[in-house]
């Protein structure tokens, strides 16, 4: 099975504070994303890539950068932390479009 | 717009019952489909493909309708265990386009 493994399970962060999440796949996927999940908007894709050093900007990139330094590792980074960030994030890769599209388990992030 | 939209629920069900619930989407040019479950404070994971024939899964069957763009999702026989977000995902250009998920409650 394709393990997608997230570096947190839960992370308080103050604001300003420059945040890293980190994602982890071991299937040799090309496709990778970050998706945040908040009540009553479902998931909204932030950055994905397709290849290494590949990003691409996704529906809600504002106060996000990301990192594909290598094929299995994909990163989230928040410049400088808000209150509005506060959300479950949750990071994904697959094969190719649409197939095989494994979810880790997710970073309840909390901006305080 | 949004581009997928689904009923947020929640639909309260006797074990046993069916439930059904559809969702829409926007972009006519979406090339694949798919349900996806989510269980609270989980991650969502692959329900099953809808492939525009219909197709069941044991007690899931999921059809697509192209021409007025929705997919639903039917439970037959519903368990305990059904109970969870439902989120419709459709594709195009690499990325997946999700619902906000559509809240199954199956009561005893």
């Known amino acids: 099975d394709v393990k997608v493994t997230q570096s947190s399970r839960y992370l308080v962060k103050r604001t300003g504070e420059k945040v890293f999440l980190e994602c982890v796949q071991d299937m040799d996927h090309e496709n990778m994303f970050w998706y945040r999940q908040d009540p009553g908007l479902g998931l909204r894709l932030i950055y994905f890539?397709?290849?290494?050093?590949?990003?691409e900007k996704g529906d809600i990139p504002e106060g996000y950068s990301v990192s594909r330094e290598k094929k299995e590792r994909f990163s989230l980074i928040l410049e400088s932390a808000s209150t509005n960030q506060t959300s479950m994030y949750l990071c994904a890769s697959s094969s190719y479009e649409g197939r095989g599209y494994t979810f880790g388990s997710g970073t309840r992030l909390t901006v305080v | 717009r949004k581009e997928v939209e689904q009923d947020p629920g929640p639909f309260n069900v006797p074990e046993g019952a069916t439930v059904a619930f559809n969702c829409t989407y926007s972009?006519?040019?979406?090339?694949?489909f798919f349900w996806y479950r989510q269980d609270c404070r989980k991650e969502p994971k692959l329900l099953m493909s809808?492939?525009?024939s219909g197709n069941e899964d044991g007690r899931f069957t999921a059809q697509l309708n192209r021409a007025s763009q929705y997919i639903s999702l039917l439970i037959r026989d519903s368990k305990l265990s059904d109970s969870a977000t439902y989120l419709c995902?459709?594709?195009?250009?690499?990325?997946?386009?999700f619902g906000a998920g559509t809240t199954v409650t199956v009561r005893a």
């Open positions: 972009n006519s040019a979406s090339q694949s």
């Open positions: 809808v492939y525009s």
């Open positions: 890539s397709y290849d290494v050093k590949m990003k």
């Open positions: 995902v459709v594709t195009g250009d690499y990325k997946l386009s």
